[in-house]
């Protein structure tokens, strides 16, 4: 995970983790331990703690390390990459986190005292149905009269263990946690020996306990701890999702066929995309997890261990499954790992709560709970809620359509008069100089109000770019003019015949003393027939590669030489325009950087494209759609409508943790490039996705193009118009995919 390598915990346990296993793990202990009794070497797992890894979790209170959850999610990853057969979570991190929850006493700190040096092998007893996820729905285990009675199932270390942390109701009803030796009469273990060779079991209980042995553990500290392993149990699967990956990226690149790798098939490059993107995505909502793990929101918790378990558990299987199909026949033999690592994701993904119940669960906590840990923004989230309540009309809540013309103007000018036009800006530009966390509620705001979007790539693109690449006299003549209006700027980058491929680009700048002359044709240019002025793309020289000699240049539209003509688009906008130069003269000074730097320039400016494209807005208009048409159509609480709005929120979940990231790492200067491309793929398809399914959902009302509900009408094909070009703006997403595949992949070209 991304999170989890930058900070100096992470990386020291990684490295001190990593040094054992170098130490005393080889992946061939995986073949040797599938269904040998108790599926991992007891000396290993000795050494393990004897070397302190089980104290990275326990608080110092406690005499453990502090480390908190991060150390927990580390060493889990580590285990999946590696395939250790040791079971860290179910014998270590779910009974040390039990017993920390537990109120004080003498019994809690004896069993400690046996955990961490690894002298005693604990499991945690929770679970009584298959696909279970809450602890106490309908716990049956009773501790009635000292007489402990019931049955848990698919008890993960259960095999071998020598002390078992049980779950029970007492007389009372209240939920309590009772210590039980594994080898007294009335406890009768059932091993199962699981897809991939490791154990869990069904043990029944019937005997006496005495008080002594019963731990003070609530619902909600149980509950709480199997949240805290779920997000482990993510590292765990990312852990191995990411080491199948890199294996079958590599075997791409040496098994060829007809001549060439497989790695350079594009078929094969773009599934091998696809995977990374999954995994990247569920890394975000893991590393969220795991700072949630460490507070004390247990409802956010909830929500993030959720999203992180399901999203790493499809991710692990998606990778697994791939990889057989990649490899050929000879993946579907056991004569190489990658069979190991499909069996080991079979038997983890559903451990914790199948990915079904915890989807559902995420979606029934709530958006709310997402924010919970965003209480020191709260006054600053209601004076931007305040502000649109009072001052944004009703005829700008236009979401789907860009608001265009005198309206556009006016809404603008507002903001400005406001001093809400620029969040990122600094303030020497005019900018409000907001930090981070409020630059996104302050978006997150203007999204739930419904405002449309305006003539912003001034804003939003030009301004950035000239901040880091325009002259001193650019920047104060034409920054200002973006902010206040005067000035409403388009983008003259595609050509016709040359589509996603930029450089390409046929359109001439000649030197003319302290002129250019400017000849070509540009196509797609959005909103031109109502801007100002143009950032353009020429050619001002030919170089031995096509990214050379291309210059980037600022062009009043009301220069002679130039002329406008409209397209009319599916959605029924005249807002794509092609655009017509013939020499036009633009000032040298108009140059932006040198030239020839153009190249540079531009993909510096397409960041910040597909950082507006990757909005999550879209998605969550179409979502919202979504929910208000199932509520019209009575299918509110259909099986089939509940699973997919539960796949889209999480899906809109990963997507928004990717936009924070992105969004963060760019206002401290970081090059984010890779994942401003997956961020621009996802966020179409997520959008893509989620009007397709309300069309879907819509029925004969999807022919008509409209859906009357409580809420007003909504205009199914105009949303589901203006989804479709949203995968081909800033660069085609299969575009995005062969450049990913290179650059980030590494793959070979064909």
Same mark, same amino acid.
């Given at each position: 995970?991304?999170g989890l390598t930058s900070t100096e915990i992470g990386r020291s346990v990684r490295e001190g983790v990593s040094g054992f296993l ?38 110092? !209170? /406690? @005499?453990?390390?502090? %480390?908190?959850?991060? *150390?927990? &999610?580390?060493? +889990?990853?580590?285990?999946? #990459?590696? =395939? ?5 979570? !179910? /014998? @270590?991190?779910?009974? %040390?986190?039990?017993? *920390?929850? &537990?109120?004080? +006493?003498?019994?809690?700190? #004896?069993? =400690? ?186 409802v956010g918790l909830s929500r993030a261990a959720s999203a992180a378990k399901v999203s790493a558990a499809d991710a692990a299987l ?433």
């Amino acid at each position: 995970m991304r999170g989890l390598t930058s900070t100096e915990i992470g990386r020291s346990v990684r490295e001190g983790v990593s040094g054992f296993l170098s130490r005393r793990h080889e992946l061939s202990r995986a073949r040797h331990w599938r269904g040998r009794s108790p599926g991992y070497d007891v000396e290993v797992w000795r050494q393990f703690a004897d070397d302190g890894w089980l104290r990275a979790q326990l608080p110092e !209170a /406690l @005499g453990g390390a502090g %480390l908190g959850a991060e *150390a927990g &999610a580390v060493i +889990s990853d580590l285990f999946g #990459a590696h =395939l250790v057969p040791e079971p860290y979570i !179910a /014998l @270590g991190l779910l009974p %040390l986190r039990l017993l *920390a929850h &537990a109120g004080p +006493s003498a019994r809690r700190d #004896a069993l =400690l005292g046996q955990l961490v040096p690894g002298e005693t092998r604990f499991a945690l007893a929770w679970q009584e149905r298959a696909g279970q996820i809450d602890a106490i729905d309908r716990l049956e285990t009773t501790w009635v009269g000292r007489q402990l009675q019931g049955q848990k199932l698919f008890v993960a270390g259960g095999v071998g263990a020598d002390v078992f942390l049980v779950s029970a109701r007492d007389r009372d009803g209240q939920v309590v946690g009772i210590a039980v030796d594994a080898n007294a009469p009335g406890v009768i273990v059932e091993p199962i020996e699981q897809v991939d060779g490791a154990f869990s079991a069904n043990i029944s209980f019937d005997l006496r306990v005495e008080d002594s042995d019963v731990l003070s553990v609530d619902g909600d500290a149980l509950n709480r701890v199997l949240d805290e392993a779920r997000v482990a149990l993510a590292a765990q699967l990312l852990g191995m999702a990411r080491r199948t990956l890199q294996n079958t990226i590599e075997y791409s690149k040496t098994r060829r066929q007809f001549g060439q790798p497989i790695g350079s098939f594009q078929v094969l490059q773009h599934r091998m995309v696809d995977l990374a993107i999954q995994i990247r995505l569920a890394e975000g909502l893991c590393d969220r997890a795991v700072l949630l793990a460490d507070r004390a929101d247990t409802v956010g918790l909830s929500r993030a261990a959720s999203a992180a378990k399901v999203s790493a558990a499809d991710a692990a299987l998606a990778a697994t499954r791939e990889a057989v199909q990649i490899y050929g026949a000879i993946g579907y033999t056991d004569e190489i790992d990658i069979g190991l690592y499909l069996a080991a994701a079979l038997r983890l993904a559903p451990w914790l709560g199948a990915t079904a119940p915890l989807r559902r669960r995420f979606t029934v906590i709530g958006e709310a709970a997402s924010r919970r840990d965003d209480t020191a923004r709260e006054p600053f989230r209601q004076t931007i809620r305040q502000w649109l309540l009072d001052h944004c009309p009703d005829s700008i809540r236009r979401p789907v359509d860009r608001l265009q013309g005198a309206g556009a103007l006016a809404w603008h000018r507002i903001r400005y008069e406001h001093g809400l036009i620029a969040p990122g800006w600094p303030k020497e530009y005019g900018g409000m100089a907001l930090p981070v966390d409020e630059q996104i509620v302050m978006l997150e705001e203007f999204e739930r109000y419904r405002v449309a979007r305006t003539f912003d790539m001034g804003i939003s693109m030009l301004g950035p770019t000239l901040m880091q690449f325009g002259s001193e006299a650019q920047k104060a003549y034409y920054l200002p003019r973006a902010l206040s209006g005067e000035h409403i700027w388009c983008q003259g980058y595609s050509e016709p015949g040359a589509g996603s491929d930029l450089a390409s680009l046929r359109t001439a700048a000649v030197r003319d003393g302290d002129d250019y002359v400017v000849t070509g044709q540009k196509i797609w240019t959005s909103n031109a027939n109502h801007a100002t002025h143009c950032f353009l793309l020429v050619r001002t020289s030919q170089g031995s590669r096509k990214q050379e000699g291309i210059s980037f240049l600022l062009v009043d539209l009301k220069s002679p030489g130039i002329r406008i003509r409209p397209i009319r688009t599916l959605a029924g906008h005249l807002d794509f325009c092609e655009v017509f130069y013939d020499q036009v003269r633009v000032p040298v000074s108009n140059l932006v950087g040198e030239e020839g730097q153009g190249w540079s320039i531009a993909k510096s400016l397409l960041g910040f494209e597909r950082l507006t494209i990757g909005s999550p807005a879209p998605a969550r208009l179409a979502i919202d759609m979504y929910e208000k048409a199932a509520r019209a159509l009575g299918l509110q609480a259909d099986p089939v409508c509940r699973d997919e709005l539960a796949l889209l929120d999480l899906e809109l979940e990963a997507l928004s943790c990717l936009f924070r990231a992105c969004v963060e790492a760019m206002s401290r200067g970081q090059v984010v490039d890779t994942d401003l491309s997956i961020l621009k793929i996802v966020a179409c398809e997520v959008f893509q996705s989620a009007c397709e399914r309300l069309m879907a959902i819509a029925a004969e009302f999807a022919a008509a193009g409209r859906l009357r509900t409580a809420d007003g009408d909504l205009d199914l094909r105009q949303l589901f118009m203006v989804s479709r070009p949203q995968s081909i703006y800033g660069g085609t997403n299969e575009v995005q995919r062969n450049i990913l595949s290179r650059q980030w992949l590494n793959l070979p070209a064909h």
